[in-house]
């Protein structure tokens, strides 16, 4: 059975910062790409970052970028979304997706508040 098991989300003011974890089981962890998606109330769930499984190519959205880190530990079978200068539009909750080829896995979310 896969689980996908986010955790280090809370409450921030803005300007600082969050490490988001993802602890995947019952995969091959390496095999597969991993993302952070997000979504904010009233609004589609986005894409914020990619590192894929093969190299640790990464992407990030242009909202994000020079703030976010991505990053992976596939010893631990763990995936990172280190966040930095948080602003209140960064206020969501976050999710991580293991994909490969057509199978993808997703976590149950956590949530991020960015307010003072």
């Known amino acids: 059975q896969v689980q996908l098991v986010e955790s280090g989300g809370g409450l921030v003011q803005p300007g600082g910062s969050l490490r988001l974890s993802c602890a995947a089981s019952?995969?091959?962890?390496?095999?597969?790409?991993m993302s952070w998606y997000r979504q904010a109330p009233g609004k589609e769930r986005e894409l914020v970052a990619t590192?894929?499984?093969?190299?640790?190519?990464?992407t990030y959205t242009d909202s994000v970028k020079g703030r976010f880190t991505i990053s992976r530990d596939n010893a631990k079978k763990t995936v990172y979304l280190q966040m930095n200068s948080l602003k209140p539009e960064d206020t969501a909750v976050y999710y991580c997706?293991?994909?490969?080829?057509?199978?993808?896995?997703w976590g149950q979310g956590t949530q991020v508040t960015v307010s003072s």
């Open positions: 997706k293991a994909a490969f080829f057509r199978t993808a896995y």
């Open positions: 019952g995969l091959t962890f390496s095999n597969y790409d």
């Open positions: 590192v894929i499984s093969a190299g640790g190519t990464t």
